[in-house]
């Protein structure tokens, strides 16, 4: 088997893994947002200079495409599959994870390079919130 196609399984079985997650949580009864603190929040984009060697399959942690309303988070604070609504952001899939990203850090995806740069560093406030 090709390591192509190792990759893309294991990409396949993670965001099957996702899906699974998201259906089971939305039996939870729902709550209001949960205020989760202030995280310190910076962004980056799918490219190579944000994610080296992992832009090429410009794919998140989680498997799903690198692209939409996400952001990276430290999976041992935030759950992967958890929605949060990011201060000035708005409502963001926790889907991706960083090397940088451990603790009360979140790191938002953005379309391109040159808007990741211009978000710099904010800390922002970042509630829980349920799916609809
Ligand atoms: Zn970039």
Sequence with gaps: MSRRLLVALASLAAGLGLVLWACSARAEDRAAPR???????????????????????????????ARGALVAVDPRVLELGSRVH??????????????AIKGKRLDVLMPTHAQARRFGVKWLGVWEVEEE
């Design 86 to 99: 990011v201060q000035g952001v708005g409502p963001r899939l926790c889907a991706d994870t960083g090397r």
């Design 35 to 65: 205020f989760l603190g202030v995280y310190r929040c910076s962004a980056y984009c799918p490219c190579a200079r944000c994610c080296g060697r992992w832009a090429r399959h410009r794919r998140t942690a989680s498997g799903i495409p």
